[in-house]
C-alpha cells in the first residue's frame, strides 16, 4: 500500500508543484466581478423542504404537496404519480424502481432507514427461451413485446412507503396526476420530440398507437396539449383502492387479459402476488461520511465498492480531470464491473452484498491497480467477497423541513418500455425482462446471477444514495443512465467529498464511463482532447460519448435545501418550498 501511494504520488507531483506555485494567484478575485464566484454551477436554493426532478410539472407537484403540510414521503408518492403523467418515456405505473427512505426521529420515535425493492419480477411462468429466437439468441422484437414484460412493481412500491410513513391521504397524493392526465399537459420541445419519434417502434401496437399519437397517426407538437384520458382512469382506481385496485379486482383483469392477448405469459396470480421488498439499506461510508446505498437487485453494493477502493488512494491530490484522476476511476470501474457477476436476484440467487461492500475486500481490490498502465481483460482475477460477508429511467430526490428524505429511481427500462400499452389502460408497460441472461444458461458462468427462472426478481444498475453527516441526511441523489448510472454516481460521490464541489457543479463537470474487460474509456464532450494521448499511452482505448445519466440531487446545509437539477436532459428543476 506504501509503495503504491508513493507511486501514485512521484506521477502527481508535476502537477502538484503547478497547483502549489499557482495557488495565491488562484485566491485572488477574478473573471471581472468584485465577487469572486470559485465555481461556474450554482445549485438552487430553498427553504422549507425541496423537490428535485427530471421534469418541472412533476417537481412543483412534490413541493405544494410539501407546502401542504406532506411530508418527503407523501412528496415522493405524488411525484412518483404525476410523472407517469408528465414524462412517459421513464415515469411509470406500468415499471418499477428502487426507493430509500429515512425518517427522522420524530417524538420519542427514533430514525428509521428502510430500502423498497419495487423493480419488475419475472412471472411464474417464464421459460430459458421466453425471449429467444431460432437461432438461440435474444430477440430483441421478443422484448419489445409484451414478452419482455415483467410485473410491474411501482404501485406496490409507492403505496407500501405511503403505508408506512404517509401522513396525507393517499387519493390526495394521486389526484395532481389525475388532474393532468384529464386536463393535459402542454408539451415541451423536449417531450414532443421524444415521443413523436417513437412512431415506428409504436407502430405495430394499436393502444399505443392510440395513447400518444392523434387519430389520424400524426405526432403532438411542442406547445400542443397531451391528453391521457385512459390512464387518468386507471389512477383514479388506484387512488380509490391503493395496492389492491391496480394488482387485484377489474383493472388487474383487464391489465393482465391485454398482456396475454399480446403473447406475454403474467396473468392475473403473477400481479395479485407481487409483493415489495422491505429491507435495511446497505450501509458504507466514504472519507468519514456515512452512506445509504440501495440493496440488491439494485446496483448499490458496485458503488458502495467503487468508493472503497477510491478510499485507499489520495484522490484529492490527482485534482479533478486529471490523466491521473481519470485513469483510477476508469480502472476502478474496470474492477467493479468484473464483480458485477455477482450482483443478481431471487429465488436461485444471493449476492454476497456485505462481503461486497466490505472495506477489506476493496483493500484487496485496489492491490490490482497501477499507477502507469491500464488493466486488460485478462488483469482483473474474479474475486472473492464472500469470506467478508457477515436505459431510460428517471430518478427524483425529496427533503422535508423536519428532516425526512426520500431517493427514488424507477424505469420502464427502455425509453417507453416495451412501446406496448395494455387496451383500455392507459399503462405503458416495462421491458425489464430483457435485463435477465437469455441465452446464457450454458456458457456463461459468470452471468449464473441473472438466469431466467420464474419469480425471478430482475436486477438493475439503479441505485439511489442518500450520505450523511451527523446523522441527518446531507445529500439525496441519484440518477438514471442504464449502464452508465454506477459511474455517474461514483464521480458525483467524489466530487463533492474528494473535490469540494458543490452539488450543481459537482453534477453539471463532464464525465467518464468505463466497462470492464477491454471496453473502451469512454469521455463526455469537456474533457481536452490533449488528455486522449496521455491516456492512450496508459493503454486505455478512449472514445468520445453522448451525455451520461441525469443527476438530481438535494444537499442540505441547515436550513437551506440547495437543488440540483441536471441540465443534461432539459425540462429538469429543483423546486423548492421557499
Known sequence: MRLRRLALSLLLAPALVAAQEEEPQARSPSGGDIVAYDQIHKPAVGRGGMVVSQNRLAASVGADILRRGGNAVDAAVAVGFALAVTLPRAGNVGGGGYML???????????????????????????????????????????MSMKGVAIPGTVAGLWEAHHRFGSLPWGTLIAPAIAMAEKG????????????????????????????????????????????????????????RGRDGFYTGPLATRLAAGIRAGGG???????????????????????????????????????????????????????????????????????????????????????????LASKAYAAERAKLIRPDRSLGKDDVPDGNPYPHESRDTTHFSVADAAGNAVSNTYTLSASYGAHVVAPGTGILLN??????????????????????????????????????????????????????????????????????????????????????????LELE???????????????????????????????????????????RRPDAAAVGVK
Open 265 to 355: 405469459v403474467i396473468d392475473a396470480a403473477d400481479l395479485a402476488g407481487y409483493r415489495a421488498i422491505v429491507s435495511a439499506p446497505i450501509w458504507s461510508s466514504y472519507r468519514g461520511k456515512r452512506i445509504a446505498y440501495m440493496p440488491p437487485t439494485a446496483s448499490g453494493v458496485s458503488v458502495a465498492e467503487a468508493m472503497n477502493i477510491l478510499e485507499t488512494f489520495p484522490v484529492a491530490q490527482a485534482k479533478w480531470g486529471s490523466v491521473a484522476n481519470l485513469h483510477l476511476l476508469a480502472e476502478t470501474m474496470k474492477i467493479v464491473s468484473a464483480d458485477r457477476r455477482l450482483v443478481g436476484g431471487g429465488p436461485d440467487w444471493r449476492t454476497p452484498a456485505l462481503g
Open 185 to 240: 399537459v402542454v408539451l415541451s420541445d423536449d417531450e414532443a420530440q421524444a415521443q413523436g419519434a417513437q412512431r415506428k417502434l409504436m407502430a405495430d401496437d394499436p393502444a399505443a398507437m392510440a395513447m400518444f399519437f392523434k387519430p389520424d397517426g400524426g405526432a403532438y407538437a411542442a406547445g400542443e396539449v397531451f391528453r391521457q384520458p385512459d390512464l387518468a382512469a386507471t389512477l383514479k382506481t388506484i387512488a380509490a
Open 101 to 143: 427512505v429515512h425518517m427522522a426521529a420524530k417524538g420519542g420515535a427514533p430514525a428509521q432507514d428502510i430500502a423498497i425493492d419495487y423493480y419488475g419480477q419475472a412471472s411464474r411462468h417464464t421459460t430459458d427461451d421466453l425471449l429467444l429466437g431460432p437461432d438461440g439468441k435474444v430477440d430483441a422484437k421478443k422484448v
Open 525 to 567: 464532450e469537456g474533457f481536452s482532447p490533449d488528455l486522449v494521448p496521455l491516456l492512450e499511452e496508459k493503454g486505455h482505448k478512449v472514445r468520445r460519448s453522448n451525455t451520461m445519466g441525469s443527476i438530481q440531487s438535494i444537499m442540505v446545509e441547515g436550513d437551506r435545501f440547495l437543488g440540483a437539477a441536471d441540465t
Open 431 to 520: 421491458n425489464s425482462l430483457g435485463n435477465l441472461a437469455w441465452g446464457k444458461r450454458r456458457t456463461a458462468n459468470e452471468r449464473r446471477a441473472t438466469l431466467p427462472v420464474p419469480g425471478k426478481r430482475v436486477g438493475s444498475t439503479i441505485t439511489p444514495i442518500i450520505v450523511f453527516d451527523q446523522d441527518r441526511p446531507w445529500l439525496v441523489t441519484g440518477t438514471p443512465g442504464g449502464g452508465y448510472i454506477i459511474a455517474t454516481m461514483v464521480q458525483l460521490l467524489s466530487n463533492v467529498i474528494d473535490h469540494g464541489l458543490n452539488v450543481s457543479e459537482a453534477a453539471e463537470r463532464p464525465r467518464i464511463n468505463q466497462g470492464g474487460g477491454d471496453a473502451a
